[in-house]
């Protein structure tokens, strides 16, 4: 599985952005899907994670009610959509997939594939 994040940016604070993931290869629906993000000067931490039906979601206490992950099967995509930007949501966000359950991903479980992730840059 290959995968390509895009919809990075420059945005100001309150602002939103929409970060995307498309996946190759036609496993896609049979991987939990995650998002990360690492900070300059700090370890990567998990953001948010979504089941292979789409019916389970977590997410980090950080972004819970301004951030939300979805998937398109069909286009063979994953979402995180972003509001209320704030300037510590500033880092490069990487897309991640995993055959396992969310829980797992939020917990720091290894991955199995990664992207080369998407800088995002909140200006306060």
């Known amino acids: 599985v290959q995968l390509v994040e895009s919809g990075g940016g420059l945005v100001q604070a309150g602002g939103s952005l929409r970060l995307s993931c498309a996946a190759s290869?036609?496993?896609?629906?049979?991987?939990?899907m995650g998002w990360f993000r690492q900070a300059p000067g700090k370890e990567r931490e998990f953001v948010a994670a979504i089941s292979t039906g789409g019916v389970f979601k977590t997410y980090a206490d950080s972004v819970k009610g301004r951030f939300t992950i979805s998937r398109d099967t069909a286009k063979n995509t994953v979402y995180l959509q972003m509001n209320s930007l704030k300037a510590e949501d500033t880092a490069v966000y990487y897309c991640?997939?995993?055959?396992?359950?969310?829980?797992?991903?939020?917990?720091?479980?290894?991955?199995?594939?990664w992207g080369n992730g998407t800088l995002v840059n909140v200006s306060s």
């Open positions: 991640a997939a995993k055959s396992g359950s969310v829980t797992e991903v939020a917990r720091g479980g290894g991955m199995d594939y």
């Open positions: 290869g036609r496993t896609f629906s049979t991987y939990t």
